[in-house]
């Protein structure tokens, strides 16, 4: 019997997987992230992991999972564990990727269209019990989206959905880049594949959508922010740290850009406490980019799937190493 630590809840019907093949499951049941000394020790002759993007999973865990064969994240992004570490150990990594990469693009789309016509601050303003007359210099007015330019500043998995859903829903035209050229996309979508400096000068709408990296870290800093329009919008859902944020708030308040919409943070869960004042053009949730019941589902259900094939001897589904 092979012994399984989740550091998180897991569904019950994956637990029942797990233990079905035979398997120990030992899942963490805690508020918050699980303290790293007791991960450490729950990890003493386990041999298969699964994790969250808030688990460090570093050399020094893994010196100490001395029978670790697996680390399956339950995330596509896997920056919170050493690859190479992993790999030198003989430790298969693997993520979730394509199961959240609608649900992702879904909540792009939210941010975007809430940060546009001021949707939260709207909903804020009928509960207080005002409701400002109408007027063309009516209070919360907003921004039109529908015909609009959109920029998809990494044109992977879930930019291709956004720009399906800016493309096809909305009739924008859709500029991107991204470190390769995507034709395929520029066929289907009539999107131009555009330098960093002229996507953010043209479009309307920002979204980004790449991977943290040391060459991604803050890829929007003050000088990108300085290059979109007055009246342009940021959409943040991959990394908080791809985002200046300190930067985003001068832009911000200083009338650079118009507004952002933000599922994610560069000091996560610390929220800038400017971003928390400025109501008027900024729209923030905690990280929901996947938090869909059925997304969430599909996601553990991979994780699991990944666990179970490395644990019987067969090759991972996802493997990132």
């Given at each position: ?11 019950p019907e994956e637990v029942e997987r797990l233990e079905a093949a035979g398997h120990d499951a030992s899942v963490y049941e805690g508020e918050g992230p699980i303290p790293r000394d007791r ?36 995330a596509v992004g896997y920056e919170n564990v050493d690859v190479a570490a992993a790999r030198e150990r003989d430790i298969v990594v693997t993520n979730t990727p394509d199961v959240l990469t ?19 601050e709207a909903d804020a303003t009928v509960r207080r019990g005002e409701f400002p007359a109408w007027g063309l210099e009516q209070e919360l007015t907003g921004i039109d989206v529908f015909g ?174």
């Open positions: 019997m092979s012994k399984v630590v989740c550091t998180s809840y897991l569904f991960l450490i020790a729950e990890l003493a002759g386990a041999e298969a992991l699964i994790c969250q993007l808030v688990d460090r999973i570093d050399a020094e865990f893994l010196d100490a999972a001395s029978r670790l064969r697996i680390a399956a994240n339950v609608e649900a992702t693009a879904d909540l792009t789309f939210a941010l975007l269209l809430g940060a546009a016509r001021r949707i939260a609009k330019t959109l920029g998809i500043v990494g044109m992977g998995r879930i930019g291709l959905a956004v720009a399906r859903r800016g493309r096809f829903g909305f009739g924008m035209q859709v500029l991107y880049h991204n470190r390769t050229r995507r034709r395929a996309a520029e066929e289907e979508l009539g999107a131009e594949f555009v330098p960093l400096d002229r996507l953010l000068a043209e479009s309307d709408f920002v979204c980004v959508h790449v991977p943290l990296t040391d060459e991604t870290r803050h890829l929007i800093g003050s000088g990108e922010l300085a290059r979109m329009k007055p009246t342009a919008i940021l959409i943040n859902v991959a990394r908080g740290p791809v985002v200046d944020e300190e930067a985003l708030v001068r832009a911000l308040d200083a009338g650079e850009i118009a507004g952002a919409g933000l599922d994610v943070y560069e000091r996560e869960p610390e929220v800038h406490p400017r971003l928390l004042d400025l109501r008027e053009c900024v729209v923030l949730a905690p990280h929901l980019g996947s938090a869909t019941r059925e997304t969430r589902r599909s996601m553990a259900r991979l994780a699991v799937d990944n666990v179970l094939a490395v644990l019987s001897g067969q090759p991972p589904l996802t493997p990132v190493n």
